[in-house]
């Protein structure tokens, strides 16, 4: 069974720092494209940033410059580094495969929350 446990969150004021971490219980996890998501109340969930199985990446425009997607496909690890984060980025954030036509059951996700 696919299964995502993200963590890392927290509460950090604006143009602080976070970084994500997502265990996947994946097999093939290096064969698999793979995304950070965030569901923000009231919204819809978004893809935030996705890497390829190549490692190209794709960002969602408003954390483009901010975030980096990255990932151990030895370890089966996705990570997401936020900077210069603002209100607006304020979310439950989800890692999921992205790209690949299908997804895994989601996670609980890890809040950020971004406030003075």
């Known amino acids: 069974q696919v299964q995502f446990v993200e963590s890392g969150g927290g509460l950090v004021q604006p143009g602080g720092s976070l970084r994500l971490s997502c265990a996947a219980s994946?097999?093939?996890?290096?064969?698999?494209?793979m995304g950070w998501y965030r569901q923000a109340p009231g919204k819809q969930r978004e893809l935030v940033a996705s890497?390829?199985?190549?490692?190209?990446?794709n960002y969602l425009d408003s954390v483009k410059g901010r975030f980096i997607i990255s990932r151990d496909n030895a370890k089966k690890i996705l990570y997401l580094q936020m900077n210069s984060l603002a209100p607006e980025d304020t979310a439950v954030y989800y890692c999921?495969?992205?790209?690949?036509?299908?997804?895994?059951?989601w996670g609980q996700g890890t809040q950020v929350t971004v406030s003075s």
């Open positions: 999921n495969f992205a790209g690949v036509g299908k997804f895994g059951t």
């Open positions: 994946v097999n093939f996890f290096s064969s698999n494209g």
């Open positions: 890497m390829r199985s190549g490692g190209s990446t």
